[in-house]
C-alpha cells in the first residue's frame, strides 16, 4: 500500500489532504511552543521592563541583557548548584528507582498495591508536597530532625533548610523522593520488556544474580536508562515550584538555580529582559538534551530490532 | 479521497470559526463593566488581594455601598498577593485594568511609572491630611495616584506569662532585648522570633532596626546598618532566636508564638484577630527596641493603597474615584481601622480613634513616623530590598560578616 503510493507523485487533492492533517498538530505547536519561544528570545534582546507592559515600548537593547547576566558571580554559582542540584536529583532518583523497578519484578504479595501507592508523590501538588516536606525539615520541631535525635545519629539538629550547605542536600533529597515514582514506574516497564527466557538461559549457564543484571538486564535497560536520565535532566533542570516551597532560594542564596534566579528576575523585579536572557540559556540547555534524547530514543528502537 | 479532502475541509473551516468565536468572546469579556444605554456608567469592576474568605466578604460589602453612594454597582474581585501585581501587568498590556485597583504601597510607584494609573488630583479627590509616610508611598513624581484608608507597621509581641515567670521586663533597648532573648529562652522555647526569609517580607522586618538606629537604604554600607544586622546575628549566635528564621515567614513567626515556642516576635496589628482567638495567651504589644535609649523608633509602612487605572471611559474613572473618596473618608477609616486592628491614616482621625482604641496607641504613635518603603528610592526600591535580604541572610547563616553582606548588599542596591 506505502510502496504503491511512493511511486506514484500524489495528486494535488490528496497533498492538500495530507498537510490538513498535519495543520491542527502544526498551528497548535507554532501557537503554544514556536510563539513564547520566539518572544521570550526576542524579549532577551530588549530592555523590558514593567512599564513596557503598559506602553509596549521596549528599547532594543542588543546584547546587553546577556552582558549583565552571564558574567556576574550570581550566574556562575546558579550554574554551579544547578548542575549540583540535577546530578545529585538524577543519581538518587535513578539508583533507587532502579532498585525499586528489580524489586517490584519479583512475585509477591500486594505488588500491585504497593507499586501503585508508590506513585502517590507523583500525584500530589508540588505545593502540598513541598510545604510538608519543609515542616517534616524544619530543626526546632521538624519530624525528620527529632527522629535522627531520638536515634541517637546527631546530638543537635541539623539545619536542614537553613544550613547553607544543608539545605541544597534538602531540595534535592526532596526532588529525589519526588522523582522515584517516575524512575521506577518507566524502568519497571523496560524491565518487563526483558524476554525472560535469557534469565533461564543465563541462570542454566550459572550466572548468579549479580552476573545476570551486568550482562542481562543492564544491557537491554540500558536503552531505557537513557531515555529516562535524559528526560530527567529537562524535568529536572527546570525545577522551580520544590524550590522556591521548600527554601526560597535560600538561605543565603545557597539553593538559587538558573529557573529561581530567572524567576527572579523577571517577577521580583519586573526585569523581564534579564529574566528572559538566563530562561534562553536554560532552554539552549533544554534543547540540547532533547536532541540527545530523540537520538538515545533512535537508538533504542534500533536496539530492541537487533535483540528481536 | 476527494470526499476526504472536502470533509476535512470542512471541518477546518468549523475549527477556524470556533477559534474566531472563541477569540471574540475573550476579547468581549475584558472590560466587564457595563454602562447602560444612555452612557450611564451603571456598574464599576474593583480588584484587589483581599481573598480570606471573611475579609473580602467585608471588603466586598464596603464597596457596595460606596459604590451605592456613587449610584453604580461594583463587581469586586480578589486574587491571590503574589499573583496581584503581574495580574495588573498583564491587564495593562491588554488594557482591560479594572476601574478601581488596590495596591500593596511598595509596588504603587513601580504600577505608577508605567503610565497605568491616573492620578487623583484629576477627579478631586481630596487628598490633604495624611500622614507624611503613606502620602509619599501613594506619590510618584510629585502627584498623589493612591490613597489608603488605614495603615499599618510592625511593633514586638510578647507573651505577658513568659515574661513574667522569667521576671523580665518589656525590653526597649537592644541590650535589653539580648538579655531578656536569652532568659526567656528555655528547652523547646526561643526568647525571639523574627521573619529573616529571603524575601521583600524578611526585608520589611528588618527595616525598623535599620531605620532606627540612623541607618538607610540609601547606604547600606554604613556602620549603622552593620550594628542593626549584627544584633540579628547576636540573637541566633546566643542560641535566643531559632536559626529557622531563615525560612520562617511572619504568619510561621505567629504560629510560634501562638504555639508558645517564642516569647517575643516582630509582628503586626493585622495578626492581633487571630491572637485574640487563642484563649490562653496573654499577649503585650510595644514599639521596638532601639540601640540607645533616646533613639527613637522608625518602623515601615504597611497597607494598602487604592488607586484609579486608565481607562477608555472618562465617565467610569469619575465614578471609581468617588468610590475611592468613600472609602477614604473619616468614616471608612475608622470603621476599617476597628475592623482589622490598623492605624487610619488622616493624623487627625488618628488621633481621635487612639483616644477611642487605647490599646492601639502604640501603633497609632509609631505609624506616625512610619516610614514609606520606597520614600527614598522609589522605583529603584526592589534593587535595595534584595540587596537587604541578601545580606541578612549571608549574615545570619555565617556566610559573610555583617560589614561584608552589606556592602554586598549596597553594590546589589545601585545595579553595579
Request: proline share 5%; aromatic share 8%.
Amino acid at each position: 500500500m506505502r510502496r504503491a503510493g511512493s511511486l506514484r507523485r500524489p495528486r494535488l487533492p490528496e497533498r492538500v489532504t495530507r498537510w490538513l492533517f498535519l495543520l491542527p498538530a502544526l498551528a497548535y505547536l507554532l501557537l503554544f511552543f514556536g510563539y513564547p519561544l520566539v518572544e521570550n528570545v526576542v524579549m532577551s534582546f530588549r530592555q523590558y521592563s514593567a512599564s513596557t507592559f503598559y506602553t509596549g515600548e521596549a528599547p532594543f537593547a542588543g546584547l546587553r541583557n546577556y552582558a549583565e547576566v552571564l558574567p556576574s558571580d550570581l550566574f556562575r554559582e546558579a550554574v554551579l548548584t544547578t548542575v549540583l542540584f540535577t546530578v545529585g536529583s538524577l543519581v538518587g532518583q535513578f539508583v533507587i528507582g532502579l532498585a525499586l523497578a528489580l524489586f517490584f519484578q519479583r512475585r509477591f504479595p500486594l505488588n500491585g498495591v504497593l507499586r501503585s501507592l508508590l506513585l502517590l508523590p507523583w500525584l500530589l501538588p508540588l505545593v502540598v508536597s513541598g510545604t510538608t516536606w519543609r515542616w517534616m525539615l524544619d530543626t526546632d520541631t521538624g519530624v525528620v530532625d527529632r527522629a535522627l535525635r531520638d536515634l541517637h545519629v546527631v546530638s543537635s539538629g541539623v539545619p536542614w533548610l537553613t544550613g547553607t550547605s544543608e539545605a541544597l542536600v534538602s531540595v534535592i533529597l526532596v526532588n529525589i523522593w519526588v522523582g522515584i515514582p517516575f524512575n521506577t514506574a518507566i524502568l519497571y516497564g523496560g524491565l518487563q520488556a526483558v524476554p525472560a527466557h535469557l534469565y533461564e538461559a543465563a541462570k542454566l549457564d550459572g550466572a548468579g544474580p549479580v552476573a545476570s543484571f551486568r550482562h542481562v538486564t543492564w544491557p537491554l535497560l540500558r536503552p531505557v536508562a537513557g531515555v529516562v536520565l535524559v528526560l530527567g535532566v529537562v524535568y529536572t533542570v527546570k525545577v522551580l515550584d520544590i524550590i522556591l516551597v521548600v527554601t526560597g532560594g535560600g538561605p543565603a542564596d545557597a539553593t538559587q538555580t538558573l529557573a529561581t534566579r530567572s524567576y527572579a528576575l523577571s517577577f521580583q523585579q519586573f526585569d523581564f529582559g534579564r529574566g528572559a536572557a538566563l530562561g534562553n540559556v536554560l532552554i539552549l540547555l533544554s534543547l540540547v538534551l532533547a536532541l540527545v534524547h530523540l537520538r538515545a530514543g533512535r537508538r533504542a528502537l534500533d536496539s530492541r530490532g537487533v535483540v528481536r | 479521497m476527494r470526499s476526504a479532502a472536502i470533509s476535512a475541509r470542512r471541518r477546518f473551516t468549523a475549527l477556524a470559526g470556533t477559534v474566531a468565536l472563541a477569540l471574540t468572546a475573550a476579547g468581549c469579556g475584558g472590560g466587564t463593566g457595563s454602562a447602560s444605554a444612555d452612557g450611564k456608567v451603571t456598574s464599576i469592576t474593583a480588584l484587589d488581594y483581599y481573598t480570606d474568605t471573611a475579609e473580602h466578604a467585608q471588603w466586598g460589602a464596603r464597596l457596595t455601598a460606596c459604590g451605592k453612594r456613587a449610584g453604580v454597582t461594583v463587581e469586586h474581585r480578589s486574587v491571590p498577593g503574589a499573583s496581584l501585581v503581574p495580574q495588573v501587568l498583564r491587564q495593562a498590556s491588554s488594557r482591560t485594568l479594572p476601574d478601581l485597583l488596590m495596591l500593596d504601597n511598595p509596588d504603587l510607584q513601580q504600577i505608577a511609572q508605567t503610565g497605568a494609573l491616573t492620578p487623583l488630583d484629576a477627579y478631586g479627590v481630596d487628598a490633604g491630611g495624611y500622614a507624611e509616610g503613606i502620602r509619599s508611598a501613594g506619590t510618584y513624581r510629585g502627584k498623589v495616584y493612591g490613597l489608603a484608608p488605614t495603615v499599618s507597621t510592625v511593633a514586638l509581641f510578647y507573651n505577658k506569662d513568659m515574661l513574667a515567670e522569667a521576671g523580665v521586663a518589656v525590653p526597649r533597648t537592644w541590650a535589653e532585648l539580648k538579655k531578656a532573648a536569652a532568659e526567656l529562652t528555655r528547652p523547646g522555647r526561643y526568647g525571639m522570633a523574627v521573619d529573616a526569609n529571603a524575601t521583600f517580607e524578611g526585608t520589611w522586618q528588618f527595616l525598623p532596626f535599620l531605620w532606627s538606629n540612623g541607618g538607610d537604604e540609601t547606604r547600606l554600607d554604613a556602620p549603622q546598618a552593620a550594628q542593626a544586622l549584627q544584633l540579628w546575628v547576636d540573637l541566633v549566635r546566643s542560641g535566643s532566636m531559632s536559626q529557622s528564621v531563615l525560612n520562617w515567614t511572619q504568619a510561621d513567626v505567629h504560629d510560634q508564638f501562638v504555639a508558645g515556642r517564642t516569647a517575643m516576635m516582630v509582628n503586626g496589628p493585622w495578626r492581633i484577630s487571630e491572637l485574640d482567638k487563642a484563649a490562653t495567651l496573654h499577649w503585650g504589644v510595644a514599639p521596638l527596641p532601639v540601640r540607645e535609649a533616646g533613639q527613637t523608633v522608625v518602623t515601615p509602612l504597611g497597607g494598602e493603597v487604592w488607586t484609579v487605572p486608565q481607562n477608555s471611559s472618562k465617565a467610569r474613572q469619575k465614578k471609581a474615584a468617588q468610590v475611592l473618596a468613600c472609602l477614604n473618608d473619616s468614616r471608612s477609616m475608622l470603621a476599617l481601622a476597628r475592623q482589622y486592628h490598623t492605624v487610619p491614616s488622616r493624623t487627625a482621625v488618628a488621633s481621635r480613634y487612639a483616644r477611642e482604641v487605647p490599646s492601639m496607641a502604640a501603633f497609632v504613635r509609631s505609624v506616625e513616623r512610619a516610614r514609606a518603603r520606597t520614600g527614598r528610592l522609589g522605583v529603584k526600591w526592589p534593587r535595595a530590598a534584595t540587596g537587604i535580604y541578601t545580606a541578612v541572610q549571608a549574615a545570619l547563616t555565617g556566610e559573610q560578616t555583617p560589614r561584608e553582606a552589606l556592602r554586598h548588599a549596597q553594590r546589589i542596591a545601585t545595579g553595579s
